[in-house]
């Protein structure tokens, strides 16, 4: 065998090799969504069926138990905005239906898009919080020095472990048009 068709042959090993690894890779993009799912399905975390069940309202309430309800509202370091709660705690019975409001207001100098990203702490206590409206479900248009209070509609239900009797549901609030067009 010559030299060259040493290297012809190499090279033609190498070819395989990465047409191969990128067929995996490819291969590996479709299986990410069943493997999403089976993860999703033995953890309880995000599981995407969830999202489309609806929630009917609990039929008791559960007035002899008291769950304290804090709430947090965060701003990343990029944008110019002021968000935060009404209140900063409630106390809330399980299974009754609560409304609590956020204030945002946009002094970016410019008229923008903004969305909130909830997260509820402990975790164990996420599946029980059920929020049945929320700013936070989408998008949100702000004007230039427009100001908005932001309902969010819950309720805990009674379901809820008897060792649980706090409850943090906060807010990060992302200008999500201004980081995109300055890059």
């Keep these: 065998m010559t030299d060259a068709e ?3 042959a190499a090279h033609r090993r190498l070819s395989l090799k990465l047409v191969a690894v990128a067929l995996g890779a490819f291969g590996f993009g479709f299986a990410l969504v069943p493997l999403y799912d089976l993860f999703c399905a033995v953890s309880g975390y995000g599981d995407r069926r969830d999202l489309t069940r609806a929630v009917p309202l609990p039929v008791a309430e559960d007035a002899s138990r008291l769950v304290t309800i804090e709430f947090v ?3 990343p370091t990029v944008g110019s905005w002021q968000f935060r709660p009404e209140v900063r705690s409630m106390q809330v019975h399980p299974g009754r239906l609560y409304e609590a409001k956020f204030l945002a207001s946009n002094e970016t100098g410019h008229a923008t898009w903004a969305q909130a990203v909830p997260d509820v702490a402990p975790s164990k206590a996420t599946p029980f919080f059920r929020k049945t409206e929320c700013f936070c479900f989408t998008p949100q248009q702000f004007a230039v020095g427009e100001s908005r209070h932001m309902p969010v509609r819950f309720f805990i239900d009674p379901a809820l472990p008897k060792y649980v009797d706090r409850i ?16």
């Excluded at 943090?168 to 048009?177: E, G, H, I, S």
């Design 73 to 75: 509202a965060n701003l």
């Design 6 to 8: 040493t290297k012809s």
């Design 168 to 183: 943090t549901l906060a807010y990060t609030f992302y200008d999500t048009q201004g980081p995109v067009a300055r890059r």
